[in-house]
């Protein structure tokens, strides 16, 4: 017989130390190191990729091309997934009280970092060229056959785009490194 575990103040130890309370966070809970760190080691697409990819690069990379005042933004769009992991869209759209914990844990960090949400629909387009771009690359369907491109007309791929794919040490340095650049 399984045994399901209710806790009773649920969060999430960081590799820090910290302990991130993610039904209500609070903004000094939030830590950048951890955020970076934990966003190296958490794959796209679930790990379902010819080479691994990061949610830390994902970001970087997005934030390497947006307009000057939304390159945090871009930055921390995932920063949520330090502290909730990446569920894929196609999952996540039958979770919705995820979506409010991920809504919560996204205005802390707003909150922590300065910067408005919910995010700027301009991050949003970045967002969804570099998924067209990192299906393109690195998925064997390359993501042509996806329905979210019959609700939403798909972003060119371009070389500009490309995946790097950055080991997880080289992800979580160059995400601080923006990351302090723009503080």
Same mark, same amino acid.
């Given at each position: 017989m399984e045994t399901t575990v209710r806790y009773e103040q649920p969060y999430v130890e960081t590799s820090s130390g910290k302990k991130v309370h993610f039904l209500e966070p609070d903004p000094d809970s939030i830590n950048i190191e951890d955020i970076a760190h934990a966003l190296s080691f958490i794959p796209r697409f679930n790990g379902h990729t010819s080479k691994f990819?990061?949610?830390a690069e994902h970001s970087w990379n997005g934030a390497r091309y947006i307009q000057h005042d939304?390159?945090?933004q871009m930055l921390l769009h995932d920063a949520s997934e330090a502290? &909730? =992991?990446?569920i894929p869209s196609p999952i996540k759209q039958?979770?919705?009280?995820?979506?409010?914990?991920e809504d919560g844990m996204m205005n802390a960090i707003a909150a922590k970092f300065?910067?408005?949400y919910p995010l700027h629909p301009i991050v949003h387009h970045y967002d969804l060229a570099l998924l067209s771009n990192e299906a393109h690359w690195l998925l064997p369907s390359r993501g042509n056959d996806w329905g979210t491109w019959r609700a939403t007309k798909r972003?060119?791929?371009?070389?500009?785009?490309?995946? &790097? =794919?950055l080991d997880s040490k080289t992800a979580n340095k160059v995400f601080l490194d923006?990351?302090?650049?723009l503080q």
């Open positions: 990819i990061s949610v939304l390159k945090l502290y &909730l =992991c990446d039958f979770l919705p009280d995820y979506k409010k914990i300065g910067f408005e972003p060119i791929v371009s070389p500009e785009f490309k995946p &790097l =794919c923006l990351f302090y650049e």
